[in-house]
């Protein structure tokens, strides 16, 4: 009887032990594919935002780059080495908006108050 009552006990452990692993399991798969399922959408969005910026007249260039530049890492404006925190998408973007070649934090910050807006999308995903 006493061996009975240790598997029953020793069988009853191990299935909330495997229960409770099958629970973590499923909460880490499911957020991972919910960070796969965010990541693809952002990258839809950039490609579309990449497609009316090749197609886009003078005047919607500013638009449209202001758009990106709130989807991509800011940390790239400070590290323009750094191609993970997009520092040479910064300079792209930096060059079409001033052909001169000024440094594009240089300039957000030239403008003072006026451009508070625009400042404050170059930093908002910070």
Request: proline share 1%; hydrophobic share 40%.
């Amino acid at each position: 009887m006493e061996t009975w009552k240790t598997l029953l006990e020793g069988s009853l452990i191990l299935g909330i032990l495997t229960a409770i692993i099958g629970v973590l399991k499923n909460k880490a798969d499911n957020k991972l594919q919910y960070i796969t399922s965010e990541r693809a959408k952002w990258r839809e969005e950039i490609r579309e935002i990449a497609q009316r910026l090749q197609s886009a007249g003078e005047y919607e260039i500013d638009k449209i780059l202001c758009e990106l530049k709130v989807k991509i890492n800011t940390y790239g404006i400070a590290n323009q080495d750094n191609v993970f925190q997009d520092a040479h998408i910064w300079k792209i973007i930096g060059t079409l908006e001033d052909p001169q070649g000024s440094n594009i934090a240089e300039r957000e910050n030239k403008k003072g108050k006026k451009n508070t807006n625009r400042i404050f999308i170059l930093f908002i995903k910070t």
